[in-house]
């Protein structure tokens, strides 16, 4: 639904449109213009878009503050005038269709899927925590910060049951972890440190593949 037409249902339904968010570092993970690659955050996003609810995309990166207010450089994504699909799955249609600051202030609900948050030091933490004010912000930071990095359930609670783990950031060091895998099943799991869903980066290898 284009601007002007929002407005004009608004005037006429005397109800306002939620005004939407999803922040990720991409806005496609495929080969469709809008794909956040999640099965939930594509349906969150589908119905979102099929309600012609303010919809827009942006990273951290694209966030900045402005005359002391925060902004991000965002994505205006939006449906064809007249599509035909499953509201639960119509994320293939949408288009990103204009650019332009949007103020955090202005949003409703934000869905911080958070793949571009790796530690404390991420560059605009301190803006996208603004959006907690209100429950604007869905997940929170601090429970993005204690999962996104894979290994820190690992080495903040070792005593857990958990398949034995070693974490690697060099070829030396991944094969040095490979002489202490127990080899009983003839196989081992290779997984990236910073995953963000859906089984994405996360391979079944055999020891004896050369």
């Known amino acids: 639904m284009k601007l002007n037409l929002r407005l004009e249902w608004e005037r006429n339904n005397n109800k306002r449109l939620l005004t939407v968010a999803f922040e990720s570092e991409r806005l496609s993970y495929s080969n469709l213009e809008v794909d956040l690659y999640n099965s939930g955050a594509n349906q969150i996003l589908s119905v979102c878009a099929a309600r012609g609810y303010f ?103 070792p005593d857990l049951p958990q398949p034995i783990t070693y974490v690697a950031e060099t070829l030396d060091q991944a094969l040095a972890a490979l002489k202490k895998l127990p080899k009983k099943e003839g196989f081992f799991v290779l997984k990236d440190r910073f995953g963000y869903g859906c089984g994405h980066g996360v391979h079944r290898i055999e020891f004896d593949d050369p």
């Not at 902004?71 to 204009?98: E, F, G, Q, R, T």
């Open 55 to 157: 919809l827009y995309h942006f990273s951290m990166q694209d966030l900045f503050y402005h005359e002391g207010k925060a902004y991000a450089k965002a994505s205006v994504l939006a449906l064809p005038d007249s599509w035909h699909s499953d509201p639960l799955n119509c994320y293939p249609l949408l288009s990103k269709v204009d650019e332009r600051p949007v103020a955090l202030d202005d949003l409703d609900l934000c869905f911080f899927r958070a793949d571009d948050v790796r530690n404390i030091d991420t560059p605009n933490l301190d803006i996208i925590r603004l959006l907690e004010t209100g429950n604007k912000l869905i997940e929170t930071l601090d429970a993005t910060l204690s999962t996104t990095d894979k290994f820190e359930l690992n080495r903040r609670v």
